[in-house]
């Protein structure tokens, strides 16, 4: 058996429990995290299906890719009447990150890419400390126009070995109009 076919047959498992959920994140939620599959925002936070909208990228660290993101997420949630702004934002990164590994002289490149920034800025960037990457992400929302002055921005740092969650920057609202 395939994974597909592990798939496919787990789906249908699933979907005899099915329900329809809105448009809109039930805990009006979103959460930037990293794809590594040890950080499922829905098992950290104990979410269910319809809690969250969730933005993967590299690292939970805000580009902008994700910039975009959350600026057509907050559009989209205007279109089916969610207030501007009203949307709590939760940044995640966490402990013992890949990223880490990008810092190499012949990956820098890359990872400058990534992030929107030239190599010699990267250092300010605070890609081997996920603390750290947390302060500096909040600082570059609050500075961006696209996001919505009144949004709530958690940045938080979740441990990979104790599974906690650690609180480290939080600004509600982001910025003052």
């Given amino acids: 058996m395939t994974v597909i076919d592990t798939l496919i047959e787990r789906n249908a498992d699933a979907a005899q429990a099915h329900r329809a959920l809105g448009n809109l994140p039930r805990l009006n939620l979103c959460i930037v995290t990293c794809p590594d599959p040890r950080v499922d925002p829905a098992h950290v936070f104990g ?3 319809g809690d969250a909208a969730v933005v993967r990228a590299a690292a939970g660290r805000v580009s902008p890719i ?6 057509f997420l907050s559009a989209t949630g205007a279109d089916y009447g969610q207030t501007p702004g009203s949307v709590e934002l939760v940044l995640m990164t966490h402990t013992n990150c890949g990223i880490e590994n990008f810092t ?3 990956r820098r490149g890359a990872l400058a890419a990534f992030l929107g920034c030239g190599e010699d800025e990267l250092d300010a960037r605070a890609v081997t400390d996920p603390r750290e990457a947390v302060r500096v992400d909040v600082s570059l929302l609050a500075d961006n126009p696209l ?4 949004v709530a921005v958690t940045g938080v740092v979740y441990d990979v ?3 906690l969650v650690e609180v480290i920057e939080r600004r509600a609202p982001l910025r003052s109009s």
Avoid: M, T
Wanted: charged fraction near 10%; proline fraction near 11%; aromatic fraction near 0%.
């Fill in 66 to 71: 994700v910039i975009q993101q959350l600026a």
């Fill in 47 to 49: 979410l269910n299906p």
């Fill in 161 to 163: 070995e104790s599974g």
């Fill in 147 to 150: 996001i919505p002055a009144s």
């Fill in 104 to 106: 190499s002289l012949d």
